[in-house]
């Protein structure tokens, strides 16, 4: 399929029609699309990406309407993969939609991402980002995190056999609970995951790989901090490749 130049036109000189041609061809997962996978989903959509496999498990709910953009009132009640595939669809009509509406788990995890280029971390738990983190280093695929909490947020980017994984930066996860979420928290953090997704297909730039962005809202700063491969990480130590 050509490029659609006119869509593409005031990204065209950052990308060029080479790297706008890989959006095109890049299969992407979509881990989750509540508050930050609705942000992420809308941006990748709109670059250009060709292939979005979203997953989630869950239906609309009122609770979601805060933060997750993809859901209407509409969409009570609907899986939240059928009504974000609904919009993205007609937002971006020449690229693919594949919903998985289940539970991300290990035995399912490997044919979730076959044939993908990346996952994007949209999910509210570090069990499943663990699962996530595993299955792209097995599989040899960038994985791109990101988590919210309030006005709070963090991101990162694993590239297997290149700096830490997630279990490098953080070991153990914190403990269950239902968080206090603000729906342009998940706009910032969701949006840095966009941007890091897409400098991954285009070779574009620099990645969070070795660095941890850390938002906070209340102050409007930012900080970055320099996080470590642990070579006793029971995800990945051993030998870098």
Not at 7 to 24: D, K, W
Not at 81 to 98: F, H, W
Not at 123 to 151: C, E, M, Q, S
């Given at each position: 399929?050509?490029?659609?130049r006119e869509i593409?036109?005031?990204q065209?000189?950052l990308?060029?029609?080479a790297g706008?041609?890989?959006?095109?061809?890049a299969r992407?997962?979509?881990a989750?699309?509540?508050?930050?996978?609705?942000?992420i989903?809308i941006?990748?959509?709109?670059a250009?990406v060709g292939?979005?496999?979203?997953?989630?498990n869950?239906?609309?709910e009122?609770?979601n309407?805060?933060?997750q953009?993809?859901?209407w009132h509409r969409?009570?009640?609907?899986?939240?993969t059928?009504?974000?595939?609904?919009?993205?669809?007609?937002?971006n009509?020449?690229?693919r939609?594949?919903?998985?509406?289940?539970?991300?788990?290990?035995?399912?995890?490997d044919?979730m991402?076959?044939?993908?280029d990346?996952?994007?971390d949209a999910?509210d738990n570090?069990?499943t980002?663990?699962i996530l983190?595993?299955?792209?280093l097995?599989?040899g695929?960038?994985f791109?995190?990101?988590?919210v909490?309030?006005?709070f947020?963090?991101?990162?980017?694993?590239i297997p056999?290149?700096?830490?994984c997630?279990?490098?930066?953080?070991?153990s996860?914190p403990p269950?609970e239902?968080p206090?979420?603000?729906g342009?928290?998940?706009?910032?953090i969701?949006s840095l995951?966009?941007?890091?997704?897409i400098?991954?297909?285009?070779g574009?730039?620099?990645?969070?790989?070795?660095r941890?962005f850390?938002?906070?809202?209340?102050?409007?700063?930012?900080d970055?901090?320099?996080?470590?491969?642990?070579?006793?990480?029971?995800?990945?130590?051993?030998?870098?490749?």
């Amino acid at each position: 399929m050509q490029i659609d130049r006119e869509i593409y036109v005031r990204q065209l000189p950052l990308f060029g029609e080479a790297g706008q041609e890989s959006l095109q061809k890049a299969r992407v997962l979509v881990a989750g699309v509540g508050g930050l996978g609705s942000v992420i989903a809308i941006y990748l959509a709109a670059a250009g990406v060709g292939t979005l496999r979203m997953v989630d498990n869950d239906v609309v709910e009122t609770s979601n309407f805060n933060r997750q953009i993809l859901h209407w009132h509409r969409d009570l009640g609907r899986p939240k993969t059928a009504s974000a595939m609904e919009k993205i669809s007609a937002l971006n009509p020449q690229g693919r939609v594949e919903e998985i509406s289940g539970m991300i788990d290990e035995a399912g995890i490997d044919e979730m991402i076959r044939d993908c280029d990346l996952i994007v971390d949209a999910v509210d738990n570090f069990p499943t980002r663990y699962i996530l983190n595993r299955a792209a280093l097995r599989k040899g695929i960038p994985f791109v995190h990101g988590a919210v909490r309030g006005f709070f947020g963090q991101a990162t980017t694993v590239i297997p056999g290149k700096g830490p994984c997630l279990r490098c930066v953080f070991p153990s996860g914190p403990p269950p609970e239902t968080p206090p979420i603000f729906g342009a928290t998940c706009g910032v953090i969701g949006s840095l995951e966009a941007v890091e997704a897409i400098k991954l297909l285009t070779g574009k730039g620099e990645t969070l790989t070795g660095r941890l962005f850390l938002w906070d809202g209340l102050t409007a700063t930012a900080d970055t901090l320099s996080v470590e491969r642990n070579p006793a990480c029971p995800d990945c130590g051993g030998p870098t490749g």
